[in-house]
């Protein structure tokens, strides 16, 4: 499902980041940074919503907006009933979506706000996404003073919150299309290895998107999928040539490979709703802004990952979303 | 939806570009280190045999306690689990792991209260050991009952 949009732009963003990130290749690139996983509350939960609150307050003021002014927001999160979000926003005056597709949400949010400033209904939106470390470990995992060994192929959940602000005033960077992606689930089960849950339908959702746009690989200055990991982005070229014959090129990269420093014990690299859209923000779009890349892909890819079925022995089913940004 | 690939086409694919465990090298660190907590285990109960009035059962009972509190403040203080993720089974099949994740799972509870935190969920990780441990003792001790007359 491919949706093509005349009237969306990108009119700023801002990113808030946490431990390790702040350590990683683009610690100079934040608005703001915190130290350490409480930074000053007293639960990693009070932390998280903190720092989404962060995320939007730096984000209206550099746009130079009231909360009134906002017309809705979306907001993502990992937490069980969007915990971090609905709390979040409690403390704000802006009409709220919740929305919840894992680290695919990034994407979902802005299609959504996207189609309805494309149909003219509302002016502009806020989309913002969060994750926290050990918030994510105690819900998806173990405690976290519990020190249980992880394979490499595992991932380390990025900490941070960020926020986009979509309006259908025209500046330098626009929302061309967006493909929503299926649900696809290729039997994988092993809880540490998101990586090759999320590669078939970050394939998917690639191929449905070239054909519908009638693009190519090399059309793209960068195409850039959310958190398939160092071991992932293998799989994904590789599946990508297996079953759509696509060749990716150089222009491919995978976010989470992009977020840490390795020598940090951090596995396969970044996950979370807040991996690739730090990554996004703090990077490729003050890069799209100076015009040295004009057209970019970003697939956000999700693992539908409950730790209930996954105990139960069922396989984690995973769906990616693409967004178009292009430099006009 | 899919075109070429199935699930079993598809494991191949994941387990080509899936990173190798080394194994023989956690297999070593883990013999290492759980040799090692023995060796301390044993000077524990060599030091504690020494004063007068404990025998060498109670030196055994002593040492199992002086490990348990190690682990249990090493986890409190927040390094503990570092060692455990490196040492993997060295650690965590002696009683320091059991100490350790009853301790981890204690403080991940407790800004949720005292009952419905830390009394609820202070066994997550460890309660299959109770349980477990309980109903063998009891299997065992009825075999062991009818064939060797207890």
């Not at chain 1, 189609?115 to 996404?129: E, L, Q, R, V, Y």
């Not at chain 2, 694919?13 to 660190?29: A, D, G, R, V």
């Amino acid at each position: 499902m491919n949706i093509k949009f005349d009237n969306v732009f990108v009119e700023d963003v801002s990113t808030v980041a946490g431990p390790f990130v702040i350590k990683g290749p683009l610690k100079d690139k934040f608005d703001k940074k915190y130290e350490d996983f409480y930074d000053g509350e007293n639960t990693f939960e009070k932390c998280e919503i903190k720092e989404l609150i962060e995320a939007i307050k730096v984000l209206l003021k550099k746009t130079n907006k009231n909360e009134e002014d906002i017309d809705i927001a979306i907001s993502s999160d990992l937490m069980n009933q969007l915990t971090i979000s609905n709390f979040a926003y409690s403390k704000l005056n802006i009409p709220f979506l919740g929305v919840y597709n894992a680290c695919a949400s990034m994407c979902e949010s802005i299609l959504i706000a996207s189609s309805m400033i494309d149909s003219g209904k509302i002016k502009n939106a806020i989309c913002t996404t969060s994750s926290h470390n050990m918030t994510a470990e105690r819900q998806y995992r173990n405690p976290v003073e519990y020190g249980a060994p992880k394979p490499k192929r595992a991932t380390f959940t990025v900490s941070g919150a960020t926020g986009i602000m979509l309006t259908n005033n025209k500046s330098d960077i626009k929302v061309t299309s967006a493909t929503i992606g299926k649900v696809i689930d290729m039997g994988v089960t092993d809880i540490f290895d998101m990586g090759a849950v999320m590669t078939p339908s970050a394939a998917y959702t690639l191929n449905e998107h070239l054909k519908n746009t009638n693009t190519k690989v090399s059309d793209y200055d960068l195409i850039l999928t959310g958190d398939l990991g160092m071991y992932g982005k293998k799989m994904f070229i590789d599946y990508c040539k297996e079953e759509y014959n696509i060749q990716i090129g150089d222009n491919y990269d995978d976010s989470a490979t992009r977020i840490y420093d390795y020598k940090d014990n951090v596995y396969a690299g970044g996950s979370g709703p807040s991996c690739l859209a730090l990554v996004t923000y703090s990077d490729i779009i003050p890069k799209m802004k100076s015009k040295s890349l004009k057209k970019v892909l970003l697939i956000a890819t999700g693992a539908l990952m409950s730790p209930t079925t996954s105990n139960q022995k069922l396989s984690i089913p995973s769906v990616s979303h693409a967004i178009c940004l292009e430099v006009i | 939806m899919v075109k070429n690939m199935n699930k079993q086409k598809y494991q191949k694919l994941t387990k080509k570009h899936s990173p190798k465990e080394n194994k023989t090298k956690n297999m070593i660190i883990s013999f290492v280190v759980g040799g090692l907590v023995g060796v301390l285990g044993q000077l524990l109960i060599d030091l504690y045999s020494n004063i007068d009035s404990v025998s060498h059962e109670e030196a055994t009972s002593l040492m199992m306690v002086t490990l348990i509190f190690l682990s249990c403040l090493f986890t409190a203080i927040g390094f503990f689990d570092r060692w455990v993720e490196k040492a993997g089974a060295g650690l965590f099949v002696p009683i320091s792991g059991f100490a350790h994740a009853t301790t981890s799972s204690a403080l991940e509870y407790k800004k949720e209260g005292l009952v419905m935190g830390i009394g609820s969920n202070i066994f997550k990780l460890s309660g299959s050991v109770i349980l477990y441990g309980v109903i063998s003792a009891y299997v065992f001790g009825i075999i062991r009952f009818i064939f060797f007359g207890g």
